[in-house]
């Protein structure tokens, strides 16, 4: 589910942006400022989550960070459910290695595999003698942690400890937990995942106990370090937490599972910050449904298992809203989709790997990270972009104006015999006070753009309107326009094709 955070270098995401600590988020157009011209959005040094496109102050267009291809490829399991070296048996958790090796939780085998790059097999690294207590035995876990050395760490659900399998070891030792389940310093009840610092300190989820506590290296007793405070929806407490992640300056993630949202709690903090869902259970992209595993990255995204949506999410700081990156079409087993993901880890190669518990597979999805910065002026207007980058900052370019300056071309009942609209266009009434009509002829289906410019060649006036062969009448209101003469101008094909005057009382 997890590397250490130190291990996660950013540079691999950035394919055409490089994003540093003190990056800044900032966007500017360029390109073609004539209609039907090309505009690109140029950005900064940061590394670009969101462009969002505006003509007139209306979103127009947005286009997103999508970072990994749709479909997974299997890599570990995918043989159906059993407890050969070739199966899993709804595994809850992943991780994989600088070196690409998978670690899996095969939870109801109640053991971790260990997958060599493009093995078909995986061999048991902890675990696998059975459900039980014993010190070489699991009962139902959960929640892993693998550190950089190879140590596997494990929440051990139903014996309330943590156990840590040194390489090559054939039993755990304890190092959080083992004195049954309780409430007290030295005990766990049902913890469901755990978390490994530098510094060797473990962060376990407590489930049953909504709190997360902290044991350090050889301590025989944890400290609450979020939440403890009852379950409850309140910012201080938790409703049967999951998974966890802590970040390298100490921030403490934790998927709140029954609240539907995941908290970051600052060192020290007495309350935890919503950074995804938090808006009750459901399919919307500002929901959650059963949160589970999660992953942060060295840019604070948060990646959720969001598990009875059939999806991964990813959550930017500064944004209220989640965007898929893997499954999120329904429940399959098709390699686009996922069934019940209850566990991911993102690779030093920027990869991500998601623990398929429903398929019992682990999928891998390639990483893509492209973003379209064009965009075509196809109608008159005021053009900007905003830029919402991956370090919660938000950047909006000045306004481009194009096409709006198109002159004043023909009086009134002037025939225009270019191609795209033939015969007569007239204006009633006219003079008008506060609506009028426009009429003209079309000769196809297009979307063509209405102007009122006043003898300035200023527009006061611009609408989109699709038009139909035959003839068009558009009603326009006028009522805030000032008493005077105005000219109505219908532009496609970037051209003005008709020009009518309007007298405005």
């Known amino acids: 589910m997890k590397t250490k955070s130190t291990l996660f270098v950013a540079s691999i995401f950035l394919l055409f942006a490089r994003f540093s600590a003190n990056a800044q988020c900032s966007v500017t157009i360029a390109g073609s400022t004539t209609l039907g011209g090309q505009l690109a959005a140029k950005t900064g040094d940061c590394h ?44 809850g958790d992943v991780h994989v290695d600088a070196a690409g090796n998978v670690y899996v939780l095969d939870g109801n085998n109640n ?3 260990k997958w060599a790059p493009g093995a078909t097999e995986g061999v048991t ?44 070891a054939t039993s755990g030792v304890i190092v959080a937990g083992g004195n049954g389940y309780g409430a007290g310093a030295n005990q766990l009840a049902s913890p469901k995942d755990v978390f490994v610092d530098g510094s060797g300190n473990v962060y376990v989820t407590d489930a049953d106990n909504n709190r997360v506590q902290r044991w350090a290296p050889g301590a025989t007793m944890g400290v609450t370090v ?14 049967n937490p999951f998974g966890i992640f802590v970040d390298a300056a100490g921030n403490i993630y934790v998927s709140d599972r029954s609240n539907n949202r995941v908290q970051k709690w600052a060192p020290g903090a ?28 060295n840019m604070g995204r948060v990646y959720v ?41 993102i690779s030093t190669s920027g990869d991500m790997y998601v623990a398929d518990e429903g ?3 682990v999928q891998k999805y390639e990483a893509l990270n492209f973003i379209r910065n064009k965009f075509t002026a196809s109608a008159p207007g005021k053009y900007r972009v905003i830029a919402v980058c991956s370090n919660g900052l938000v950047d909006t370019s000045a306004e481009v104006e194009i096409g709006m300056s198109v002159a ?22 006219n003079p008008a006070a506060d609506f009028t009509t426009v009429k003209f002829s079309a000769a196809k289906q297009e979307t063509a753009t209405i102007q009122v410019i006043d003898i300035s060649g200023k527009a006061l006036i611009r609408i989109n309107y699709n038009t139909i062969p035959g003839i068009n009448q558009v009603r326009l209101d006028v009522s805030k326009l000032s008493a005077g003469t105005y000219v109505i101008n219908i532009i496609s094909e970037n051209k003005v094709q008709h020009a009518m005057k309007l007298n405005k009382l």
């Open 305 to 345: 298992c969001d598990y009875f949506n059939n999806r991964i999410q990813k959550w930017v700081t500064g944004m209220n809203f989640g965007v898929t990156v893997a499954g999120g079409r329904g429940v399959g087993s098709q390699p686009g989709r996922l069934n019940h993901p209850a566990g991911l880890s």
């Open 48 to 91: 670009v989550e969101v462009l969002q496109w505006q003509v007139n102050g209306q979103d127009v267009y947005t286009s997103y960070q999508t970072q990994y291809k749709r479909k997974g490829a299997v890599v570990a399991g995918g043989n159906d459910y059993g407890a050969t070296s070739t199966q899993l048996a709804s595994p």
């Open 111 to 113: 053991r971790v595999q």
């Open 408 to 429: 004043i071309a023909a009086p009134v009942s002037v025939e225009h015999a270019t191609e795209g609209y033939k015969g007569r266009s007239s204006v009633f009434p």
């Open 270 to 297: 007495s309350a935890g910050e919503t950074v995804a869902g938090g808006n009750g259970s459901g399919e919307d992209s500002t929901q959650l449904n059963d949160p589970r595993g999660l992953f942060v990255d």
């Open 226 to 239: 979020a939440g403890g405070n009852g379950y409850g929806s309140n910012a201080n407490q938790f409703r």
């Open 125 to 168: 690294v902890a675990g696998g003698n059975g459900l039980g207590s014993a010190s070489n035995q699991l009962f139902l876990p959960q929640g892993f942690y693998v550190d950089g050395i190879g140590n596997v760490y494990i929440a051990d659900l139903f014996n309330n400890r943590v156990e840590k399998w040194v390489p090559g």
């Open 359 to 361: 398929n019992n597979r």
